[in-house]
């Protein structure tokens, strides 16, 4: 079956970067789309970045001139770059990669800004 793992979160202070990687494993099809999400506590998940096999890349507002999605050497390996990170960026990030019309979610992993 086909399991995806985040990687990469942690603590860091506002101002500072992080930078979030994502494997999708137990295909031998490469993923059509891959996304990064986030869930902050008592809020509901919200899209952050999106990529596309073709390349296109969508972003949160919230995130956009500050966050980077990009792909490793297939589309199933995707990293986003975290920069001039803000509290209110705190929240667990998931992984969730779309394969023959399938979406498949990470485990999440955390990422904390203090201020």
């Known amino acids: 079956q086909v399991q995806v793992v985040e990687s990469g979160g942690g603590l860091v202070q506002a101002g500072g970067s992080l930078r979030l990687s994502c494997a999708a494993s137990?295909?031998?099809?490469?993923?059509?789309?891959m996304g990064w999400y986030r869930q902050a506590p008592g809020k509901r998940r919200e899209l952050v970045a999106s990529l596309r096999s073709g390349g296109s890349t969508n972003y949160a507002d919230s995130v956009s001139g500050r966050f980077t999605i990009s792909k490793g050497n297939t589309m199933n390996t995707v990293y986003l770059q975290m920069n001039s990170l803000k509290p209110e960026d705190t929240a667990v990030y998931y992984c969730n990669a779309e394969i023959l019309g399938n979406g498949y979610w990470g485990q999440g992993t955390q990422v904390t800004v203090s201020s």
């Open positions: 137990g295909s031998i099809f490469s993923a059509n789309g």
